[in-house]
């Protein structure tokens, strides 16, 4: 997980839109606060494998029967990174942060300096987080939080890095994870209270949930979206609809549920255990699914990218990719299973090539964590992680059936 400045392209930085000119807009027990997408772009990069490698540490983590205690997940994934400008200290010093729903701990430091002020209080703990690619370590503070003006967190705990590795170009993370990934991250501490946390303690949101809207990497309006304390029923084209969190682990300390997936009406994969996560790129089904998409396509795999490689023709063929969780049916239109053709050179890949975006999980059904609905997934159809009910929630969205790729 590196960040290397000078690899942002800076065609894709996003501005927040006018109609918008906060960042955050409280709604009834929510607030919504707007970030910024922008490429990751490290040249040729072997994506299935890196989302394979995700997994695996992944499932390592989840065999300790614990939401990975010492080991986070970035919110980042191979292609777009989330930022949002947020404030530390009274008065406020403004950091850029990474959003990250794959880790808990808030912290900063790992390149502009923390600059105490008369919030500021030294706890006397300490406090480290591995990310598997990344890492940080150095002394908690408390300190009020500024989101957007009007919105402000007190005594809020936070990591001051005095080491860091992975973290160029960003300060740290802004962590709105379950608060069990703070575990044994502090000292003294069991767990400490999230950003999450604190918004419902102090009674700024009315329950501990966390909406998320993406917008696919290629379309022209990448602004996306965390609305605190529920949804933002603006971006939404149908009711959201939940699921409760799995008991199969190892998904199950995961944001993990149950389904099942077909394509073109064919099942491939049989309802099963599985997550949904920000921090994978892709959609990974189980070895086994995958080797009948791959003959259902046609797709060749390509060695550079990890990815299957189709033909115009084989495009204008392909079917739906369809995901039954619960009642209700999501579907991943052709469009929505290839890669963004214009960003094909930014992964290694040819120009005007086109590749598929599902990917081998690398092991048959029945590993208890036989799927990960990744960004290409969610980029699609907006989600909620509810704490406080255990449960995940889908919708759609207006970019559900675009055609930007």
Do not use: C
């Amino acid at each position: 997980m590196v960040f290397p400045s000078k690899a942002f392209l800076s065609i894709f930085f996003v501005v927040l839109s006018s109609a918008d000119a906060s960042p955050l807009r409280p709604v009834a027990g929510k607030a919504t606060l707007s970030f910024a997408a922008r490429l990751n772009v490290r040249g040729a990069v072997n994506i299935a494998a890196a989302d394979r490698a995700r997994v695996q540490a992944m499932k390592q983590a989840g065999s300790m029967g614990k939401r990975a205690a010492k080991s986070s997940f970035s919110v980042t994934n191979a292609i777009v990174v989330y930022t949002a400008q947020v404030g530390v200290g009274s008065p406020a010093t403004e950091y850029t942060l990474l959003i990250d729903t794959g880790s808990s701990n808030t912290w900063l430091g790992a390149n502009a300096s923390y600059s105490p002020t008369s919030t500021s209080v030294d706890t006397g703990s300490t406090v480290a987080v591995s990310y598997g690619s990344g890492s940080f370590s150095g002394e908690e503070y408390t300190d009020t939080v500024h989101l957007s003006t009007g919105l402000v967190i007190s005594e809020q705990s936070i990591g001051v890095a005095s080491s860091s590795q992975g973290f160029e170009g960003v300060d740290g993370i802004l962590g709105v994870g379950p608060t069990d990934l703070t575990e044994n991250t502090v000292s003294n501490f069991d767990v400490v209270p999230t950003v999450t946390d604190n918004l419902y303690s102090q009674g700024v949101i009315g329950t501990r949930a966390l909406g998320i809207y993406f917008v696919p990497a290629a379309a022209p309006d990448s602004i996306g979206e965390l609305t605190f304390g529920g949804h933002d029923s603006l971006k939404i084209t149908s009711p959201v609809t939940y699921v409760p969190l799995t008991t199969t682990l190892p998904a199950s300390n995961y944001w993990g549920i149950d389904q099942s997936i077909s394509y073109g009406g064919s099942t491939i994969l049989s309802e099963t255990a599985g997550i949904v996560d920000t921090g994978t790129t892709l959609v990974l089904i189980a070895s086994n699914a995958f080797s009948t998409y791959q003959t259902a396509t046609g797709g060749v795999l390509d060695e550079t990218t990890g990815l299957l490689k189709i033909t115009s023709s084989q495009y204008a063929k392909l079917q739906n990719l369809t995901f039954k969780i619960g009642d209700r049916a999501y579907d991943l239109t052709p469009n929505a299973q290839i890669w963004p053709r214009t960003l094909n050179t930014n992964l290694g890949g040819i120009s005007g090539v086109i590749y598929l975006i599902v990917a081998d999980i690398g092991s048959n059904s029945g590993s208890g964590l036989d799927f990960i609905n990744g960004y290409a997934f969610l980029q699609r159809h907006y989600s909620v992680f509810d704490t406080t009910n255990s449960q995940v929630g889908f919708a759609t969205t207006i970019h559900t059936d675009d055609r930007s790729n």
